[in-house]
Nanobody, 121 residues
Framework: QVQLVESGGGLVQAGGSLRLSCAAS????????IGWYRQAPGKQRELVAA???????KYADYVKGRFTIFSDNAKNTVYLQMNSLKPEDTVVYYC???????????????WGKGTLVTVSS
């Protein structure tokens, strides 16, 4: 079992930055990859970025160049650095444990409770 706790959400003006954190605990040795997802009201949860245990990363097209995912393995924490934020980035962000494939990230059923990011115009 793995437990995930997100933090770092909040209110920021358009063009600003936030850093989200995802702290993992429990059977962290079994983690292959961590993904950040986001979900707007009435919409499906979508993958924003993912990082493998080896440091490989992938991003959704709409965040490339603005968001960076990185990890601190000593702290069992994955971060999502979000720059140049836009009002449409206003959603709840979740982290997830999954499997990093060559072409896709496969989410497993381990989710945090989410952290809300609000970007004002």
């Amino acid at each position: 079992q793995v437990q995930l706790v997100e933090s770092g959400g909040g209110l920021v003006q358009a063009g600003g930055s936030l850093r989200l954190s995802c702290a993992a605990s429990g059977s962290t040795f079994s983690i292959n990859a961590i993904g950040w997802y986001r979900q707007a009201p009435g919409k499906q949860r979508e993958l924003v970025a993912a990082i493998s245990s080896g440091g490989s990363t992938k991003y959704a097209d709409y965040v490339k160049g603005r968001f960076t995912i990185f990890s601190d393995n000593a702290k069992n924490t994955v971060y999502l650095q979000m720059n140049s934020l836009k009002p449409e980035d206003t959603v709840v962000y979740y982290c997830n444990v999954g499997v990093y494939g060559t072409s896709s990230y496969y989410a497993m059923d381990y989710w945090g409770k989410g952290t809300l990011v609000t970007v004002s115009s």
